[in-house]
């Protein structure tokens, strides 16, 4: 009887039913959220971590310099950086730190190098044989 009454009132004075509905029903009886898992630590960096990055950021600068100047080879430094995030990117924040890295020199380059001079063309190649250097010793002293 209260119910048939109160659909009445409701079609009298026009209040839509879901707001007459939440004001009868009693509050939900809440659960404290329970908090989120705390996510796994990351394992310890290997011992060539540095020299990864410093690899990383010289591909970003190859791969900025090496499209400034047209260079046939610009899009192989994307690529091989893809597949050295693939290889080494063990955790998302390894991945992370490797692309920041590869992100900094290409960004540091296009800060300096607005087109394709011989400064720019002598950095690239500097780079290139940086890079090359460095590549050699991680496979040569880690393996790969």
């Not at 329970?34 to 971590?49: G, L």
Request: net charge positive.
């Amino acid at each position: 009887m209260k119910r048939a009454a109160l659909w009445l009132l409701v079609l009298l004075v026009g209040l839509p039913t879901e707001e007459v509905l939440s004001q009868q029903r009693p509050p939900a009886a809440t659960k404290p959220a329970e908090p989120a898992p705390a996510p796994a630590p990351e394992p310890p960096p290997p011992p060539y971590e540095p020299q990864l990055l410093k690899l990383a950021e010289i591909m970003g600068s190859l791969a900025y310099l090496r499209t400034l100047c047209a260079g046939k080879e610009a899009q192989e430094w994307r690529d091989r950086m893809t597949a050295l995030i693939e290889a080494e990117g063990r955790t998302p924040l390894r991945r992370e730190r490797l692309t920041s890295a590869y992100n900094r020199g290409f960004r540091a380059y296009a800060l300096t190098h607005r087109s394709c001079t011989p400064g720019t063309q002598e950095a690239s190649t500097r780079l290139a044989a940086e890079g090359e250097r460095l590549a050699r010793s991680l496979a040569g002293r880690y393996g790969g």
